[in-house]
């Protein structure tokens, strides 16, 4: 059985902005800079399409360890880019959310962090959540260390909710740009049951065309959920405690 609706729920690793500049021998902060434009027609078109939930992968965990001029140029990009996009997204009705670790950021990120939140919460239109100084390791120690802290029975609803993307389902569609075929410490708890698409094309180069061959190719999966192929929810065995 096959998928009639738009995916609700759409991540994306915006890979390839360092290939994309460098073969037109820039420096890898220019492909950067694209990249946020890239972002800024994503979430347009992902809006156009239906798609109410967007989160991107904008800096990992590991991001770090590059080079101390491409980890400042992109604090430094980050920064500009939240200051300056923040009218357009506001009035555009998206809602702005930040994932990540937020310690070890400077207080001028944080601040842009803060103030873009605070701007766009009451926005309903699409949920950009952007990953930023994330990793899906960091995510699950930090949602166990909060049930722990709590006294709660470690469960998996338990352990969900203590996710730090909690206010959205989990993604139904995870696209990596860029060519590699690998996850990188993204969604790794909230992919379980994601549908991935993999596109060749470098982040900066991905555009509508290349969105609707995401969708398309979602919407003939067969999403089973462990169960067979055209089964409904309600004809399922008596569930086993996990
Ligand atoms: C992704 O592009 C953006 C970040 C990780 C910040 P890359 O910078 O990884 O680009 P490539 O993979 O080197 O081309
Ligand atoms: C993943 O891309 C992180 C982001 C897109 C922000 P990387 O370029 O860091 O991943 P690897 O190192 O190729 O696995
Ligand atoms: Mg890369």
Not at 47 to 64: H, P
Not at 185 to 190: D, R, S, T, V
Not at 197 to 223: C, M, T, V, Y
Request: charged letters at 25%; proline letters at 4%.
């Amino acid at each position: 059985m096959t998928n009639t609706s738009p995916p609700h729920h759409v991540a994306i690793v915006m890979d390839g902005n360092g290939r994309w500049a460098s073969r037109r021998f820039l420096p890898r902060i220019a492909g950067h800079k694209q990249g946020v434009d890239s972002l800024k027609r994503c979430a347009r078109a992902c809006d156009a399409r239906g798609i109410k939930v967007l989160t991107v992968f904008a800096f990992s965990s590991e991001n770090w360890q590059r080079p101390q001029e491409e980890v400042s140029g992109l604090m430094d990009l980050f920064a500009i880019a939240l200051g300056r996009e923040v009218p357009q997204l506001k009035a555009d009705g998206v809602q702005l959310r930040f994932v990540g670790e937020r310690q070890g950021l400077s207080s001028r990120v944080l601040k842009g962090i803060e103030q873009a939140e605070a701007a766009t919460a009451a926005n309903q239109k699409l949920v950009l959540n952007v990953c930023f100084n994330y990793g899906g390791r960091w995510d699950i120690v930090q949602a166990a260390a909060r049930v722990a802290a709590q006294g709660l029975v470690m469960t998996e609803q338990s352990l969900s909710q203590m996710m730090s993307l909690a206010h959205v389902p989990d993604p139904d569609l995870v696209i990596r740009t860029g060519g590699e075929q690998r996850i990188s410490n993204f969604l790794l708890w909230q992919s379980a049951y994601s549908e991935f698409f993999f596109s060749d094309k470098l982040w900066p180069d991905f555009d509508e065309a290349e969105l609707d061959r995401a969708i398309q190719s979602f919407g003939h999966r067969d999403r089973r959920f462990g169960r067979v192929s055209g089964q409904s929810r309600a004809d399922a065995a008596p569930t086993v405690a996990r």
